[in-house]
């Protein structure tokens, strides 16, 4: 038994490597294109927002916070203005039960965005439908939307400005690849604004 579980995880290990590559060729214009929008948002005075459901919602947190607060300990600037919309527990459980589920994070989205934001919605599967109704949200008031997905990527792929999508349908694979995408995409923008602060 031991045998076939290091055997599983040699091959998890593997795999995650292999997207990571793949990505790494495939992504990177698209990656820089992220940052350039996101760094012209922040310079205009905009915010990044992230949403996403279960381990997508936990990067969502983790995203926004390492902007607000610091992503790197050797890189010291300014809070950057990033917001996850899973964060209110009293705000998603009113709107799930007044509006339902799938538009909850539509319904903050319209009070908290403004043109020239960026929202990043992840979803492994690309069909999540609340993070679909978010990014047909954003694109109604002029918000730029980042896709973190995976799979095939749709329908939410077609709602996105900048499509980073993972070519896998192993959840716990695709999402590994997403907190690297989103790591990448921050560092290279910490970068700029440690360069020229906001």
């Known amino acids: ?5 290091i055997d599983r995880f040699a091959a998890m290990m593997r795999k995650s490597a292999e ?8 992504l990177a214009d698209t990656v820089i294109k992220v ?3 996101c760094e012209a948002s922040l310079r205009a ?23 607000l607060i610091r992503l790197r300990g050797s890189h010291e600037r300014e ?6 919309l899973t964060l209110d527990p009293a705000m998603l459980t009113a709107c799930g039960n007044d509006y339902g589920y799938d538009r909850v994070f539509e319904r903050p989205l319209r009070g908290l965005g403004r043109r020239g934001d ?9 069909r999540s439908a609340n993070v679909i109704k978010a990014l047909e949200a954003a694109r109604d008031m002029g918000i730029v939307t980042v896709g973190l997905l995976g799979g095939k990527g749709e329908p939410a792929l077609s709602l996105c400005d900048f499509a980073l999508l ?6 716990a694979r695709v999402q590994e690849c997403h907190i690297a995408l989103g790591h990448a995409v921050l560092e290279l ?8 602060p906001l």
Not at 1 to 5: A, G, I, R, T, V
Not at 118 to 126: C, Y
């Open 166 to 171: 993972v070519p896998d349908a192993e959840t």
């Open 1 to 5: 038994m031991q045998n076939h579980e």
């Open 19 to 26: 997207l990571k590559n793949r990505i790494a060729t495939e």
């Open 118 to 126: 960026v929202l990043f919605g992840i979803t492994t599967s690309g």
């Open 189 to 196: 923008l910490e970068d700029r604004i440690t360069a020229q």
């Open 45 to 67: 005075g905009g915010k990044l927002l992230f949403c996403g459901n279960g381990g997508s919602a936990a990067d969502s947190q983790h995203l926004a916070t390492e902007m």
């Open 35 to 37: 940052v350039d929008a």
């Open 79 to 84: 809070s950057i203005a990033a917001l996850a």
